[in-house]
């Protein structure tokens, strides 16, 4: 049995995730935290629990634990009636209303705002030779998106870069910074939302508090809620979906190489299915998707006793060979892919279109202008995050030739 939650875990969790597949796929552990919980790591199994009507999102019924919903420092009532916590008929309510405002149109209106913020950022390094690609690319690009989508103006956007910077590297508890990190936002946002209610506009925020189904509006706590969890659920997501597929395109040169030639050619269509093969090779969301038995059930042959915590390892289940031919192979090109790095079911998530076209417009941006990038470091030496909810780097330091 390999040891999980080590530093080698956190480094490369693929093989302890292949040992678990293989021989105990629905595991019972103790987390870090002290927390113990089921972990599912079948592609067949992750994908039942994901859409289980018995397994609920809810956890004020059931039992303690902390950084359940993956928001370090969350505590206060208001701030948890978000999406990924709470079950039908309240999710299905909460859901349609966001979906009114959150619409794919929106975010397709978006484009050239990513790559105007994406294309600033790379000015930003791309004299200089050399850059850390976490933390001047990967980390402010979707915490600029998010903010702009939303409606922040601009001159209060680095408060945000800030607040979200602390929650990143302190992120899996409730320490000082972090609580007060999350207060100082979650009170902008209240703020602001009572702003526009006043004066609406062409932004996201305006558009959930005009949002309504049969009468019904967002209450002003549940349209910040709303924000909060979009900034929130949307933030860290994407910083390691471009920093882990970057990772991986700079140790798979030949995988990197038919990627960069295709975008030179300006094709999409590679750019498009890389995408997709990065979220289930290294994606961003390991272990955040708590889930609760309701009832006693079985799940993958292992009974589950009600009230007991569900952790559905997303990463583990996209490399299952039952699902996925060749799955620790990146595969850039690949057609059959399935993955469940947005989840799947009532949760699937609601900013998949906007991390799309984040990555997308990242990945190929940062190759056609900086070709020659090359990793800066031993791979060995590069530190990740340790937590249980998502993967990703601490800093990926690249060396180019300058601009
Ligand atoms: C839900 C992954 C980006 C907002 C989810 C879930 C996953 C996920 C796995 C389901 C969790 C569960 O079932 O427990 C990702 C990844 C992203 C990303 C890998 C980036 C690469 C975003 C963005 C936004 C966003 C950009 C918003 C701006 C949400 C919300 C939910 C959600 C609100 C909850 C939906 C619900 O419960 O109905 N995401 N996400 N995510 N995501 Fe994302």
């Known amino acids: 049995m390999p040891e999980l939650f080590t530093w080698e875990f956190a480094t490369n969790p693929y ?10 796929p629905v ?3 103790t987390l870090p935290s002290g927390v113990e919980a089921w972990l599912v790591t079948r592609y ?26 993956g928001i370090p420092g969350e505590r206060s009532a208001d701030l948890m ?51 850390d690609l976490i933390h001047d690319f990967a980390f402010p690009l979707p915490i600029y998106a998010i903010c702009d989508l939303l409606g922040v103006p601009a001159e209060d ?7 979200a910077g602390m929650m990143i590297r302190h992120g899996g508890g409730p320490r000082g910074g972090v609580a007060r990190s999350v207060k100082k936002m979650r009170s902008y946002l209240s703020e602001l939302i009572h702003r526009k209610r006043a004066d609406l506009a062409d932004d996201l925020i305006s558009d959930l508090i005009r949002a309504s189904d049969h009468g019904e509006h967002l209450t002003e706590n549940e349209a910040a809620a709303m924000a909060f969890i979009l900034l929130f659920a949307g933030f860290e997501t994407t910083v390691n979906l471009i920093g882990n597929g970057l990772y991986a395109l700079l140790v798979l040169p030949h995988q990197r190489a038919q990627l960069q030639s295709s975008i030179a050619l ?25 889930r609760y038995a309701t009832t006693s059930i079985t799940l993958g042959g292992q009974s589950v006793a009600a009230g007991d915590p569900v952790l559905v390892v997303l990463a583990a289940a996209d490399r299952d060979p039952d699902r996925f031919d060749q ?9 059959d892919n399935p993955h469940l790095g947005f989840g799947h079911g009532i949760h699937y998530c609601i900013g998949a279109p906007l991390a799309r076209l984040e990555a997308q417009y990242a990945l190929s941006a940062l190759l056609q202008r900086l070709p020659d990038l090359t990793l800066a470091a031993d791979p060995d030496d590069l530190r990740w995050r340790g937590g249980l909810i998502m993967r990703g780097l601490r800093q990926l330091p690249v060396n180019f030739s300058q601009e």
Do not use: C, M
Request: proline content about 6%; hydrophobic content about 40%.
């Open 44 to 69: 067949a199994d992750a994908r039942q629990a994901l859409a289980d009507a018995r397994l609920s999102k809810n956890p004020v019924n059931h039992g303690a634990g902390s950084g359940r919903t």
């Open 266 to 290: 300006g094709e999409t269509a590679l750019l498009a299915t890389a995408v997709e093969e990065l979220l289930r090779y290294d994606g961003p969301v390991e272990l955040a998707t708590w």
């Open 81 to 131: 009636t978000h999406l990924l916590n709470i079950d039908p008929p309240d999710h299905t309510r909460l859901r349609r209303l966001v979906s009114k405002a959150f619409t794919p149109r929106r975010v397709a209106l978006f484009e050239p705002r990513v790559r105007e913020i994406t294309d600033r950022l790379i000015d930003g390094f791309a004299g200089k030779g050399e850059a």
């Open 15 to 24: 093989p302890a995730y292949a040992w678990l597949r293989a021989h105990a």
């Open 327 to 335: 799955p620790d192979l990146l595969d850039l090109a690949r057609r």
């Open 27 to 29: 595991h019972r552990t």
């Open 157 to 163: 956007q680095d408060d945000f870069r800030d607040w």
